[in-house]
């Protein structure tokens, strides 16, 4: 027996199924239709027949034998077309296939959400442990400290070592407490020494939690690129607090990645949309480019983004829909609380 392999097999959906079972259906009733209508006029020739057979009188009796059981296999024929016709097993099939179809989907679409939200909160809680390390760096305590254009050299060509092996960064900036950089890893990239970061929400935030962070946004640091802060306090040998350093990751090429590469056949992606929302529904990465000016809405959100996993069939801007979620389930201690959405139109 020849190999068959998986390019030669031709992918079908359960939507396709239901479709074949309702064209079957549709097909058997047209078949059943013309029976009618031929078994019609069998009724008539057997009325016809029994009428000249008593005409005949003894001659015809012969004939009337078969004209009656002419007309008796018309009354059976007539039953099962009849029973054909108000079957509705094929139509039920049809139906149940399609919703079994649809509770399949959406939980693969819940899965493929999931996956998404996980491999982000992996990938942060990362970058959220990388900023807690540096910030101890002896260069960056040096730096902030001194002040002097040697430690500040020394610094910016470590941080441009660690940029080299660290390339999910655009670059790492390091400010004193007042929110004034003093270095940055790519000065030849980005000329931010000297601007004043301190109404920064990441470094606000620096000073309130574990580590500090700034969802995505258009950064200037990095000539308006789409990025992630994260940041954490330096302190000295006294723990005192001398400075904040900050690493902005490359969110636009980590998160489209992620959405862009949804495991699902060509034809069911380029009807799906993916994308991530933070806990409000504002787009921060989307297959179709709505970065930051796309607010996510439908009826059913609320409870849907309360779930940690699933989907809901929702009218979603004019078409009825799969919208499957996920919610950031978080990896060691660390919690992005972003959402992962696909919406995908219901075949009709």
Wanted: proline share 1%; net charge neutral.
């Amino acid at each position: 027996m020849q190999a068959r392999y998986e390019h030669d097999i031709k992918e079908v959906t359960l939507e396709e199924i239901a479709d074949l079972a309702y064209e079957l259906t549709s097909n058997t009733i047209k078949a059943v239709e013309e029976i009618e209508r031929i078994n019609e006029e069998i009724h008539l020739l057997a009325i016809n027949a029994l009428i000249e057979a008593a005409r005949a009188g003894e001659a015809g009796k012969t004939f009337s034998v078969v004209a009656g059981y002419m007309s008796e296999l018309n009354k059976k024929v007539e039953k099962i077309t009849k029973g054909i016709k108000s079957e509705r097993k094929m139509q039920e099939l049809g139906n149940a296939i399609k919703e079994q179809a649809l509770i399949v989907k959406g939980n693969r679409l819940a899965d493929i959400a999931l996956t998404n939200i996980d491999i982000v909160d992996r990938s942060l809680y990362e970058r959220a442990s990388d900023v807690t390390w540096w910030a101890h760096d002896s260069y960056v305590i040096d730096a902030l400290k001194s002040k002097s254009n040697d430690s500040i050299n020394k610094l910016e060509k470590r941080l441009s070592i660690i940029l080299d092996a660290y390339t999910v960064y655009h670059d790492i900036i390091v400010c004193d407490l007042d929110g004034n950089i003093i270095a940055n890893g790519r000065a030849d990239m980005y000329n931010v020494k000297g601007i004043n970061c301190n109404n920064a929400r990441w470094f606000k935030s620096a000073f309130r939690d574990r580590f500090g962070f700034e969802s995505a946004h258009n950064s200037n640091l990095v000539n308006g690129k789409l990025v992630l802060v994260f940041s954490s306090i330096v302190k000295d040998s006294n723990g005192n607090a001398i400075g904040v350093l900050a690493n902005i990751f490359k969110w636009r090429e980590f998160a489209q990645r992620i959405v862009c590469s949804i495991p699902l056949p060509e034809k069911e992606k380029k009807v799906t949309r993916a994308c991530i929302t933070d806990s409000n529904g504002l787009v921060i990465a989307d297959t179709d480019g709505k970065m930051l000016v796309d607010v996510i809405e439908f009826n059913g959100k609320s409870d849907l983004f309360n779930t940690s996993r699933g989907f809901i069939l929702e009218d979603y801007k004019g078409k009825k829909c799969i919208i499957a979620h996920a919610l950031s389930q978080g990896y060691e201690n660390y919690r992005s609380n972003f959402h992962s959405l696909l919406i995908q139109p219901i075949q009709k």
